[in-house]
């Protein structure tokens, strides 16, 4: 069994297509066929049923699909280990990131990181807190900067706390608030809002501020964009909040104290067991300590 075969087994289930599997792997159809084969024989099972019009994968390539990642994944990181051994930083940098995170500069330093470390394969992966966490934890994301409610803290992660902001409300600049030098909770809940999905951490921290206020809301407009959020806010239909140190990058809209607002806290963070060479330099150029604050 050849790491190049389990390259061609993963391709495959990932693109449905043996053509645009060897499109992908930069070789002949015919080649990775002919390896694909060779590995079914070795198994004593088919690991696709093939037919004239589609590609899919039996319950035997079900099983196979999981290990094979780990093996290739697990190469990667021998591989890039080695390298840095000798002074070099190789394989992989995957990073999640939510919409709204304002600590850090997280294209700017992509970009630098990229200038210095060449060789390192870059990836970005954009979500919801919560999310970003658990894959950090799998090892799907290496580094994520995310925000959540000073009640809570990241599970199972590395964390570094890297700044805390409070809320602002975010209105239409005709609207009747938008005049208002502070307003409260209690004035705020008798909008209708635009907010993030129920659940999310960035939703969380607002449920969580009217409800020990003893107040109700009406989110009528729930989006996963920070950007088209403010676009509906900006357009009147509804007001939202969000972190102040975010809302300055936004245009059409203005924003308004709230003087019993709720904070968030922005997190960097990184897996217990799957900090790549690659990652360790990461976070160095973004002078994170190599010890935690938080676990």
């Not at 003893?214 to 357009?235: H, I, K, P, S, Y």
């Not at 990461?282 to 002078?287: D, N, Q, V």
């Amino acid at each position: 069994m050849e790491l190049q075969q389990m390259r061609y087994v993963v391709a495959v289930a990932e693109t449905d297509s043996f053509t645009r599997a060897a499109e992908r792997c930069h070789v002949v159809q015919s080649a990775l066929s002919h390896q694909i084969a060779r590995l079914e024989k070795e198994l004593g099972a088919r690991l696709f049923e093939r037919t004239s019009r589609r590609v899919r994968l039996t319950a035997a390539g079900a099983a196979f699909l999981p290990a094979a990642r780990q093996c290739l994944e697990a190469a990667g990181r021998a591989a890039a280990e080695v390298a840095a051994a000798v002074g070099e930083v190789r394989g992989r940098l995957a990073v999640g990131l939510i919409p709204s995170v304002a600590a850090v500069d997280v294209a700017g330093a992509l970009r630098d990181f990229h200038d210095t470390y060449p060789d390192v394969r870059i990836s970005l992966r954009v979500g919801a807190s919560e999310e970003l966490v658990e894959h950090v934890r799998e090892g799907a994301v290496e580094v994520a900067f995310i925000g959540l409610p000073t009640t809570a803290r990241p599970e199972g992660v590395h964390a570094h706390e890297l700044a805390r902001d409070r809320l602002v409300a975010v209105v239409a600049p005709d609207h009747p608030l938008a005049r208002e030098q502070a307003v409260d909770l209690r004035r705020l809940s008798a909008e209708v809002f635009v907010d993030l999905p129920a659940r999310t951490a960035g939703r969380v921290q607002s449920d969580q501020a009217f409800s020990a206020a003893g107040l109700t809301r009406d989110v009528a407009f729930e989006v996963t964009n920070a950007d088209f959020l403010a676009r509906l806010v900006g357009q009147g239909l509804g007001v939202a909040m969000l972190p102040a140190a975010y809302v300055t990058r936004l245009a059409g809209v203005t924003t308004v104290e709230v003087t019993d607002a709720p904070s968030r806290i922005e997190y960097a963070v990184w897996s217990h067991a799957h900090r790549t060479p690659a990652a360790t330099a990461f976070l160095t150029a973004l002078g994170i300590p190599a010890e935690p604050d938080a676990k």
